[in-house]
C-alpha cells in the first residue's frame, strides 16, 4: 500500500492505496451529456505509462520519426501530449488535503474537463498537485501530476499479486448492458438502457489487436456475445473469402486451444497488466487482451435464460428478477480507443490498415463506431 504525499511540503495527499493496472476505457469520452461513473475503484491508482494532458503540440509539429522513437505512435493523430509519463489516476473519494482552483475549469460545460492543466492544489502549501475530471462524457477521476507528489510506502510488505486462479474466483464479471446517465431535459436527468461504455471500449483495444492478428484475412470469432463484439466490424473492414484465421476465447480454467487455432482472445491480469499466455503449441498464437472482467463475461453463460431454450415460459411461473432491458441498436465499438491503440501498433504502416484509419476520419465507418 502506497500514500502520495506533496513533493513540497510531504502532506499526505491520498488514503493509502494499491496499484492495479490502468483501465482500458481510461481516456474514453463517451456520448454528449453522459453522467459517467468514477474510473477507479475505491482504494486502487494506476500508472499512465504515456504522457497525459498538457502542453500538447499537433501533428503538424511533430515528424513522423520523433513521434514513432518518443512517443511509439506510427501513424498521423490529432495531438500529441508533451509532458512526462507516468501521470498517476485515483478516485476522486480518495483524496485528501486538496483544494481545487476556482479558475480552473477549463472547456467543461457541466464540471471540470482539466484542459487548462492542474486545478488542485495542496492545501498546505498550495502547490498544483493533481487535475480533476468530472465533466459529462468523461469518466470521473484525479490526476495526480508525477513530478508534484511523491509514493511513500505505508507498510514494508509488498502484497503479491493474485493468481490467476485467485482473480477467477474473487473477480466479478463485467455485465454487457448498463443504464447510462444523462443530464439536461425538462425532466431532469434521465436514463437509458445501453451497451457498456466499458464494453465498447475494450472492444477498440481488442478490435486494433484483431486487425493485426488478421494479416488481412477474414477472421472468425466465437458465437455468441463475442459475435456481438467484433464479427459484424471484421466483416467489414477484411476482405472476404479463404483462407479464414480462427479467433478463440482461451484463459485460466478454459480447455487448451486446439492445433490450427491463429489468434486467442486472452485477458489482462487487473493488478500487472499482464495478457495471459498459454504453454504448448498455442503460444504461437496471437494474444489479443481483454479487460479480466470482460472476459469472464464472455467465457460464462448467463446463469438463467429470459425463456426456456424451446417452448415458452409456463404460465404458473412468476419472476421477480426480470433481465434488463435489451439495446435496441447493434453492438458498436468505440472509435477513438480503437484509434489509439491502432497507431501505436507498428502493423499500421501496411497499406491496408492505413485506409482503415483513413475511413475513421472520413467518417465512412459510422455505423461501426461511436
Excluded at 431535459?185 to 477498440?204: I, K, N, T
Excluded at 466465437?222 to 467489414?236: I, S
Excluded at 472476404?240 to 482472445?265: M, N, Q, S
Excluded at 404460465?315 to 433481465?323: A, C, I, S
Amino acid at each position: 500500500m502506497y500514500v502520495f504525499v506533496c513533493a513540497r511540503c510531504g502532506a499526505e495527499l491520498t488514503v493509502p492505496l494499491s496499484q492495479v493496472s490502468l483501465p482500458a476505457h481510461a481516456r474514453q469520452k463517451y456520448g454528449n451529456g453522459v453522467q459517467l461513473p468514477v474510473l477507479m475503484e475505491a482504494g486502487t491508482f494506476a500508472v499512465d505509462p504515456e504522457p497525459w494532458g498538457r502542453p500538447r503540440r499537433i501533428w503538424g509539429e511533430i515528424d513522423l520519426g520523433e513521434a514513432e522513437a518518443a512517443h511509439g505512435i506510427h501513424a498521423p493523430v490529432y495531438a500529441l501530449s508533451d509532458s512526462a509519463p507516468g501521470t498517476i489516476v485515483v478516485a476522486p473519494g480518495d483524496i485528501r488535503g486538496t483544494r481545487l482552483i476556482p479558475d480552473g475549469r477549463g472547456g467543461a460545460c457541466c464540471g471540470l474537463d482539466g484542459a487548462d492543466g492542474p486545478n488542485t492544489v495542496c492545501e498546505a502549501c498550495d502547490l498544483p498537485v493533481a487535475t480533476r475530471v468530472d465533466d459529462c462524457s468523461l469518466w470521473q477521476a484525479v490526476w495526480l501530476s508525477r513530478d508534484a507528489v511523491h509514493r511513500v510506502l505505508v507498510d514494508s510488505v509488498h502484497a503479491a499479486p493474485l493468481s490467476w486462479a485467485e482473480l477467477s474466483e474473487k473477480e466479478e464479471s463485467t455485465p454487457p448492458f448498463e443504464p447510462i446517465a444523462t443530464w439536461g431535459g425538462q425532466l431532469g436527468v434521465s436514463h437509458y438502457w445501453s451497451w457498456s461504455p466499458r464494453w465498447e471500449a475494450a472492444a477498440g483495444q481488442a478490435l486494433a489487436h484483431l486487425l493485426v492478428a488478421s494479416e488481412g484475412q477474414p477472421v472468425k470469432v466465437p458465437d455468441g456475445l463475442t459475435t456481438d463484439l467484433f464479427q459484424r466490424a471484421l466483416d467489414a473492414l477484411l476482405p472476404a473469402g479463404p483462407p479464414e484465421r480462427r479467433a478463440v476465447l482461451a484463459g485460466p480454467g478454459r480447455p487448451a486451444p486446439v492445433e490450427g487455432v491463429d489468434i486467442l482472445l486472452t485477458p489482462v491480469h487487473p493488478q500487472t497488466g499482464r495478457t495471459w499466455t498459454p504453454v504448448g503449441p498455442a503460444a504461437s498464437a496471437y494474444p489479443v487482451p481483454l479487460p479480466l472482467g470482460v472476459w469472464l463475461r464472455l467465457v460464462t453463460p448467463q446463469p438463467y435464460l429470459p425463456v426456456p431454450v424451446s417452448g415458452g415460459m409456463p404460465q404458473d411461473v412468476l419472476r421477480d428478477d426480470p433481465l434488463p432491458p435489451r439495446p435496441q441498436q447493434l453492438f458498436r465499438v468505440d472509435r477513438e480507443t480503437f484509434r489509439r491503440t491502432l497507431v501505436r501498433l507498428p502493423a499500421v504502416h501496411s497499406p491496408w490498415m492505413r485506409t482503415i484509419l483513413e475511413n475513421l476520419t472520413l467518417d465512412r465507418s459510422a455505423h461501426l463506431f461511436w
